[in-house]
């Protein structure tokens, strides 16, 4: 069964540093690839999303990610966080499985200090 | 506006009750699906539907059930049988259920279940 693993659970940064989360899925055919956010009393909204074609990807607010399919990951980075961008985040599969279905990883609360 | 709404926000169960999440969508999407957030275990998927009259389980569907009688409507009710109920529910919706466009999922505000 495909599953998704986010490495960091809970993690703190400064105003201004980088920031990379880890997320690794565990399928070995086509997928279509997500980061979802969470900001604080918000609902859950798209950030990015890959499926075909370049396999760097930028989305909204400065947020990038790398399919590296060798590696099985996607991770998600940004060279410089601001405080706005404490919420949680999640990475998301979707794999044609013999049945349609998007999973998400267990998901990381980023917190950045002002 | 287009957009998923679920109702109730916030419901209070007994135990030994059943009760029905509402989850409506007017964006004319053929997917839908239900997920239960549960602090550090993130999203985890309850019922998926990818056309009228059709759903599948998805990875925790023991104490639930659901119906697509209409297009824009996909009800979750939480049954006495779900061992652990109180949880954040969240309908979604996406335009297809298929790998075509690498389709987003749209969320609803989520609907807060306690069992008291």
């Known amino acids: 069964a495909q599953s998704v693993s986010q490495h960091n659970h809970h993690v703190i940064l400064s105003e201004a540093a980088s920031l990379e989360l880890g997320c690794n899925y565990s399928y070995g055919g086509t997928v279509n690839l997500f980061w979802y956010v969470q900001y604080p009393g918000q609902h859950l909204q798209l950030l990015l999303k890959y499926f075909s074609g370049d396999p760097l990807v930028k989305g909204i607010k400065g947020f990038e990610a790398e399919f590296i399919k060798s590696k099985f990951s996607f991770n998600l980075r940004k060279p410089s966080v601001q405080w706005s961008d404490t919420a949680e985040y999640f990475c998301?599969?979707?794999?044609?499985?013999?049945?349609?279905?998007?999973?998400f990883g267990a998901g990381t609360r980023l917190f950045v200090k002002a | 506006d287009g957009g998923i709404t679920q109702s109730p926000k916030y419901l209070f169960r007994k135990e030994g009750q059943n009760v029905t999440l509402s989850c409506e969508q007017n964006l004319n999407h053929d997917a839908m699906y239900w997920y239960r957030q549960d602090p550090g275990q993130g999203l985890r998927l309850i019922y998926y539907?990818?056309?009228?009259?059709?759903?599948q389980k998805g990875d925790i569907a023991e104490g639930y059930s659901v119906s697509r009688e209409k297009k824009e409507s996909f009800p979750l009710t939480v049954t006495s049988a779900q061992k652990n109920p109180t949880a954040f529910y969240l309908c979604?919706?996406?335009?297809?259920?298929?790998?075509?466009?690498?389709?987003?999922?749209?969320f609803g505000e989520g609907s807060w279940l306690t069992v008291v």
């Open positions: 998301a599969v979707n794999a044609n499985t013999g049945g349609f279905k998007t999973i």
């Open positions: 539907s990818q056309i009228v009259n059709d759903f």
């Open positions: 979604a919706s996406s335009m297809e259920g298929g790998m075509i466009s690498g389709n987003t999922i749209y």
